[in-house]
């Protein structure tokens, strides 16, 4: 009897178990499509202009006046920020915290991209002169005059000098020349850059420094200097510019900004900016995680990735949350090929030769892109959240060729190709004109699940062409060190992201001997008269393509580009996901441009209502 | 005096096997086709000037011996070096040591002051319905694995709101006062601990009920019995100081897992421990904190063996000798 008690005890605990475990909260159909993009529809503010009061040169917010106070919770995924240097930054979290600290001469217009001054009050070109006129009278947050000294020494002695992070001194150097600066007044420097060169005006976007907080550490050199504003340095010391300044790093949990009071920018009452008191970074390891703490209402924003997001907008319309599409992302995948026909320092191939044959030939790749099934690899791997790619720049770049249309998978199309290119069929199988079998291996990082279900359905697409594809997710790092070191590949899934905004910083990529040139490597200092018609065109380009100040003058340029990457297809491209956030009600003056991102304008957001 | 000569003796043999661990675990990672630059690598807009610059700063350049005699010289002097981030490595420890420790010596004064009791009672009541209960328990918190078991109670966590999801502090936690801030700690220690005490346990209670099952079987205390000995001074002043003996060798690897113990949970719950430190260390190839977190493990465990082994010495004439 007792037994029997003890037993049916046991029954009900586990039961009662198993029935907290069968509580659904996803809704039995999930609707096929996602969330149309609705940033449309935003009424975006109108430019910043600039005001002085009591003469003081501020910048005046356009957005509509909201509540001082209150704070806003996000979350950075990683291990939170390694610096606060804005000149050391390596990573994407320190360098959107310290840009955070410190604004730059110039910044971006989230929604046309041009470049628009910020701590400058105006610009003006001349030739290759860049007259730079700062704002008079704004302050660091230690009280202290911003001034023409801080600029020359941020560029002359960080930037120039080769300190911390050298990615601006590498883009403003011009056939290793670097430009001139020289100071005019207290509040004008001006540029000379040693011939035209585009992507310069946008590399004034750099951080402005403080010259007496800075140049202790800087004159130092690198290794002071890197370790200067460590995250674990008081946050009281810390001399900055931006709209919030350090209040507390604690590691692996959270960085929490407060309003910086001598911030620069008023809104249309003429009081100081930003509104919220507070904006706080948690620091999550994984966005499983960041997807909890929003649910538990810790976090007021959050990125949403495949299948979340038809559950995020099933509950939207009964939730304290808007969901906003921003359109591509700047990252893109891709199928890359290994066109190299050289040997390595041991005397082998990087590729066998017979590989080579096909490789190289211009149609068995485009049979391979016309292979490629890319709608159903947005709907099957990205669940719909992602968008086809068919050019090299993201779809979001405002160099984006708006002519390049892409095309549907079509087998036929393939297979006429690869006849053409002399490839022969027996009994389904490829075989090329010396009769080897088409037999190639496919690398990506092992652990990404979206590149590994890439390869599977490549596989599966490449298949029907009779080729045989001996698919290998390998370790990222060891990837890397194929694709850039050793070169034995024959093709590989990868991403990289770009700029949406200037196709020069892809250069590393798409000339002949850039370090990035992934689909046909060259040894460091290696003559490059081995170069396709295509990579002589393209390396022209890139040069052409700096020299030329207009927008106008340089669409038709990297249009051209991006045609030759679609008609060779030496990388062929495969989809970019698109970004979907959520962010809470309550917060207000929320601009999501696709450019820019979300949260860019955090000087500008308040809290109204909505505290639960 | 003898205790202190054979002290002397195994610090002294800790010395070689240190040197053989570091050197084993440095050519496993170096060797490893990892690239703690792979991410500079892919990134267009980086120079090569830049890469080589890396290289050098990380002696990446230099052959693996020659790099582990850099290590090893600056580890004997007690410089730790810094992570590939640049940041020093005895400061990124220094940040999580405390956390780690507070997780682990909660749970272990927990499991250990209710594990000991429950094993001598399920002992002293041996296949009752108290005992049987004790060991579905027992099995349960054994079979379950850590970071599922962590998974669930976040999700509890979420849906109930009684718990914050993850982390050690709420992010107004430098506003509050005294005794909020022990609150706020207690509730995000709740579940971690909660986790870690379920499964250490089962072990700990199972392993404490054998031992005292063993000795409650022998010659000696049916002696005691028949002399007329009340139970509660058998069981408290015979049995149990013969039985606690395992125990204190299982103390010395508990003393061992202080540091390194948790990961998995820690993981889960995103608490600011050693073990996600380490994880995103090993996953980066970076050498010295992955280095640092190793040799700390190492002289834990060595540490660990020999209080163990000490404080046999005291409880246990028979080891003296």
Redesign the interface.
Known sequence: MKKIIFWIFILIIFILIFKGCVKKDIPENIPPNIPSSNIENIVYPQKNKNIEINGVEYLQSQASVGKFGGEVVISTIGEGPKTFNPCNTKDATSASMAGLMYDGLMSTDPITGEVIPLLAKSFEIKGNDYTVVLRKGIKWTDGKPITADDIIYTYKEIVFAGLGNTATKDAMTMHGKLPELVKIDDYTVKFTTPEPFAPFLRQLTYPIVPKHYFKPYSDKGDSVFNAFLNPDTSPDKIVSSGAFKLKEYVAAQRVVFERNPNYYKVNLNNKQLPYLNKLIYLIVGDSNNEILKFEAGEIDALGLRGSNVARYKIKEANSDYKIYNLGADNGTLFLVINLSNRKNKEGLWNVNPIKQNWFRNKDFRSAIDWAVDRKGMVQNIAQGVATPLYTAESPTSIYLNKNIKGHQKNIETSKELLKNAGFEYKNNILYDNKGNRVEFDLYTNAGSIDRESVGVMIKQDLEELGMKVNFKPIEFNSLVNKLSNTNDWDMAIMGLTGSPLEPHDGKNVWISNGQLHLFNQRPQNYKNDDRFGWEIELDKIFEEGALKLNFNERKPIYDRYQEIIYEENPIIYLYSPIRIHAIRKKIKNVFPSPLSGLLYNVDEIYIDGGNK | MKIFKYIGKRLLQTIPLLIIVSLISFFIIRLS????L??????????????D?EIKRLQLDKPIIVQYCYWAKSFVKGDLGYTS????VS??LK??IPNTLLLTLVVIFMTWSVGIPLGIAAAYKKES?FD?LLT?FASVGMAIPSFFFAILM??F??KT?FF??????S?N??DMNFFHKVFDIAKHLALPSLVLFTISLSGLQRQMRANMLDVMDSEYIKFARAKGVSEWKIIFKHALRNAVNPMITLLGFEFAGLLSGAALTE?VF?Y??LG??IL?AVMK?DINLVMASLMIGTIMLIAGNLIADILLMITDPRIRR
Request: aromatic share 8%.
């Open positions: 086709p990892v690239d703690p792979a991410e500079l690598r892919l990134n267009p807009s980086i120079s090569q000037e830049t890469l610059k981030a640049g940041e020093k400061v990124k940040e999580r319905f049987r579905i976040l999700i966590a979420v709101g914050p999801v993850g982390g050690l502090t992010y936690f430098n993981y995103q600011p421990g996600r430190l995103e190839s």
